[in-house]
């Protein structure tokens, strides 16, 4: 990731020096901590939006305040996470058990629905709202062809083989069995670039309805206007009508995750993310400063030293 960033240095030094602030873009959402850019927590997001377009989500500080185990399966959760990291699908009491004893967690019903996507949504200070692009996901499946064993499937996707520890473990009983000819193992229901899911540009479902309906949303939460929707739908059309549930809201760390499409130069990608960059820009120059810049910057050497 900081790799592919890097020609963005520059950039990024440049709309600081214009707007007089190393952090600006944390003012993209003033009534999210540091504009969604670290540390702020998902689940007061969710919280503002109304139980229709959303699973039934609860937070706990620690797993021990979870009295009673909701129905299996359910999907847990950091508050304050991001990229994917220690999001499971929890579909049994072992899985339970075998969760990280964390702080601060999201226990959200797992909806079974068959279509995920990433909505990165922007609104003006005149409010004018606009989707900029929509991400789409292909789960990561194991499709049986009568021959070959899910070890080998696993060792030669390139999207599976960086996890294969993870796997052996998980799909114990069938890792070298030899299965039926069109059987098919899910291997990762969470939608992560992170975790083998693929992504690709469907910008082309965009339509005045969807936008109609984040724009609804989005009313519902203060100071919010910049991030990324991640959904579950039925369906394309669903979607396009506006019908769907939202799983959370990513604020001004938000990836314009489509550039993963495979289709996708680099170039084509850098383009993306530039544009993406100065929408944010342009938003964060109409709200005045929100946050404590020293607190900010507290929270980076924090990071820094945590990694190290």
């Not at 900081?2 to 990024?12: C, E, K, R, S, T």
């Not at 990229?83 to 959200?108: A, F, H, M």
């Not at 996707?157 to 998980?170: G, L």
Request: glycine fraction near 6%.
């Amino acid at each position: 990731m900081w790799f592919f960033y890097a020609p963005f240095v520059p950039y990024w030094f440049w709309n600081s020096l214009k707007s007089g602030s190393f952090s600006y873009f944390c003012k993209v959402n003033p009534g999210i901590e540091f504009g969604g850019f670290l540390d702020y927590s998902k689940s007061k997001i969710l919280d503002q939006i109304p139980s229709r377009f959303k699973p039934k989500t609860r937070f706990y500080k620690t797993k021990s305040d979870l009295e009673q185990l909701p129905e299996f399966p359910f999907v847990v959760k950091p508050d304050f996470g991001e990229r994917g990291v220690n999001v499971e699908l929890i579909r049994s009491e072992k899985d339970w058990k075998n969760y990280p004893d964390l702080e601060n967690i999201i226990v959200q019903e797992y909806l079974d629905l068959p279509m995920e996507f990433g909505v990165f949504y922007a609104r003006s200070s005149a409010n004018q709202a606009e989707v900029l692009s929509i991400t789409g996901k292909e789960f990561l499946v194991y499709i049986s062809d009568g021959k070959s064993t899910l070890e080998s499937f696993v060792l030669g996707n390139p999207r599976s083989s960086t996890r294969k520890d993870y796997f052996k473990e998980k799909f114990k009983e069938d890792w070298l069995k030899i299965h039926p000819k069109g059987r098919k193992i899910f291997l990762e229901p969470i939608g992560n670039h992170n975790r083998g899911t693929k992504f690709f540009d469907a910008s082309h479902l965009i339509t005045n309805e969807l936008t109609q309906r984040i724009s609804e949303i989005v009313n519902r939460i203060e100071g919010f206007y910049y991030g990324r929707f991640d959904v579950k739908a039925n369906s394309e059309f669903d979607l396009m009508s506006g019908n769907f549930k939202v799983l959370e809201i990513n604020g001004a760390n938000s990836e314009p995750t489509h550039i993963y499409d495979p289709e996708y130069s680099l170039w084509k990608a850098y383009r993306e993310v530039r544009r993406h960059f100065d929408i944010q820009y342009q938003i964060s120059r109409n709200h005045p400063k929100t946050y404590s810049s020293l607190s900010f910057y507290k929270s980076i050497l924090k990071r820094i030293f945590r990694c190290k």
